[in-house]
């Protein structure tokens, strides 16, 4: 059985899709949902707040600079793709990891 991965390694960094929930309880990973990550946010998609929300949470869990963070997809969606610019094989290691753990902080 092939298990596909929510992400596509690019030639500069890592292309990622997400399903975001904006105005949850609390930020955090909360597992799968298809073939997405999905993501707990607590400010609300409102002017935009959510979006910076989810760069500032990629920004320190890739220990990557929010700069290197980019949306390509789904700036008014919960269904999202986010481009990291960056060292692959670090942005790789860190959602393997998320991947094979059971996302304890759901």
Sequence with gaps: MVISRPYLIQENGI???LHVLPGSSKTAWAGLYGDRLKLKLTEKAID????????AFLSKFLDQPKSSITILRGHTNKDKTVFVAGNTKSIMEKLDELLASDYPNA
């Design 15 to 17: 292309r990622i899709a």
């Design 48 to 55: 935009g707040a959510a979006n910076n929300a989810l760069i």
